[in-house]
C-alpha cells in the first residue's frame, strides 16, 4: 500500500531501474511495511519549472496508510533522488499523503 511516485524534468534516466528499487526498498524501510506492497513509480521528461527555472527538478509523492514521517522521509528521499539522478534536493518537493484504509484497493478488496 506504500507508494511513492516521482516525476522529473529530466528527459531520461539511463540508470531508472536501480532508481526504482532503491526507492521501494526505501520506502519499505520507513514505513516498516513489506516491500511486496510498496509500488515505485518513475515519470521523466515532465515539463516542469521551479523556482521560474526550468533546471533540472523533481516532485515526489508519497501515500501510504498511516507510517509516514515526513521530516525523515524527506531527507532520505531527496538524498536517493541527488544520488540517482544529481537533481539538488532544493529543486525537490515531497508531498504526503495518509490514506484512510478503506479508500485504497488491492487485490479486488480494500485494506479496510
Known amino acids: 500500500m506504500p507508494l511513492i511516485n516521482v516525476r522529473t524534468s529530466l ?4 540508470q531508472s531501474d536501480a532508481l526504482l528499487k532503491a526507492l ?3 520506502l519499505a524501510r520507513q514505513t516498516g511495511k513489506p516491500e511486496r506492497y510498496v509500488m515505485a513509480l518513475l515519470e521523466n521528461a515532465v515539463p516542469m519549472t521551479f523556482a521560474g527555472s526550468s533546471e533540472p527538478c523533481a516532485y515526489v509523492e508519497i501515500k501510504s496508510i498511516g507510517a509516514l514521517k515526513p521530516p525523515a522521509m524527506t531527507e532520505a528521499f531527496c538524498d536517493l533522488i541527488e544520488q540517482h539522478t544529481g537533481i539538488a534536493g532544493d529543486r525537490i518537493y515531497v508531498a504526503f499523503e495518509d490514506v484512510n484504509a478503506s479508500q485504497w484497493g488491492w487485490n479486488g478488496n480494500t485494506f479496510g
Do not use: W
Not at 528527459?11 to 539511463?14: C, F, R, S
Open 11 to 14: 528527459p531520461q534516466l539511463e
Open 24 to 26: 521501494s526498498a526505501e
